[in-house]
């Protein structure tokens, strides 16, 4: 396994790469309300990065197999659990929806997060799954120091949402991010302690729990080779940040002024 560690000129373009990417969601935030459809919010998001300066990541993006990808971003309501492309249906009240951006820098290098999106009033269930997701990820953030290893953010995250009744999705992963979209190393939401990769100051990677109310099982929809849904319709949700490996601890490189309330239990986003 080939990890690239990023240097203090890569540490910086990351930074500036994950502060875009996490702006276009303030933006979005800012927007939303029920009525809007997911083509309003990616274009929403494609004129914030023509004036930021960066571009799509996902736009024509290609990997073997796929289709070109068509959007500036992905939008996965309810039962989506990820890959959702924008489309003419309008949001009701009800609704959650995650927001995937991916951001690439003037410089070349990749921004990426996403973020949980509540429509209007919805489910106690919803909120719920929603929150969870959230610290779930959060909680993962946490294990990454120097001389921690992948599996303790896996075990962490698996650990919490099953302990809460809910299940972790495994098709999908994080992944280490620089100047290319996707490098090494996967980084599973589940997994044993004291496994996987050895964590090293200059690492980036994202990490991005996938959460499913129901079963963990899901399944391609439809024929456009990108949407995956839970196989039992039930809800899913996703939370993402790309984060540094310091000398110390982490640093998350995808926080913004408009990010949600962290959790009560993260008494830093830097250590």
């Known amino acids: 396994m080939s990890i690239t560690i990023k240097d203090q000129n890569g540490i910086a373009g990351m930074r500036e790469a994950g502060r875009m990417a996490s702006e276009v969601l303030d933006v ?9 459809t ?5 274009r929403l998001a494609a004129e914030c990065m023509a004036r930021q300066g960066s571009r799509s990541a996902t736009l ?16 996965s309501l309810n039962n989506v659990v990820c ?6 249906k309008p949001l009701k009240k ?15 290098w ?9 429509i209007g009033e919805c489910s106690i269930a919803a909120r719920r799954l929603v929150q969870l997701t959230y610290e779930a990820m959060w909680l993962g953030i946490l294990q990454v120091r120097p001389g921690a290893r992948l599996g303790d953010v896996g075990h962490a995250i698996q650990k919490f949402a099953e302990g809460h009744g809910l299940s972790v999705v495994r098709e999908f992963c994080g992944h280490g991010i620089g100047q290319k979209f996707h490098e090494e190393p996967q980084v599973l939401h589940y997994g044993r302690p004291n496994t996987g990769e050895l964590l090293e100051p200059g690492m980036v990677f994202t990490i991005e729990p996938m959460l499913n109310i129901g079963r963990r099982e ?3 929809h439809g ?17 993402e940040h790309t984060v540094l490996v310091t000398e110390t601890g982490y640093e998350v490189l995808t926080l913004s002024e408009g990010y949600p309330e962290l959790p009560p239990f993260v008494t830093a986003t830097a250590t």
């Open 28 to 36: 979005i935030a800012q927007r939303l309300q029920p009525g809007m």
């Open 38 to 42: 997911t083509n309003d919010v990616d």
């Open 60 to 75: 024509g993006y290609q990997p073997p197999g796929y289709p070109p990808y068509p959007k500036s971003l992905c939008t």
């Open 83 to 88: 890959h959702g492309i924008p489309n003419d």
């Open 94 to 108: 009800g609704d959650i929806m995650n927001v995937d951006v991916t951001v690439i820098s003037q410089d070349g």
């Open 110 to 118: 990749y921004g990426d997060t996403s973020r949980m999106f509540l």
């Open 218 to 220: 899901v399944k391609e």
């Open 223 to 239: 024929n456009d080779g990108w949407t995956i849904v839970t196989r039992d319709r039930s809800l899913s949700a996703q939370w």
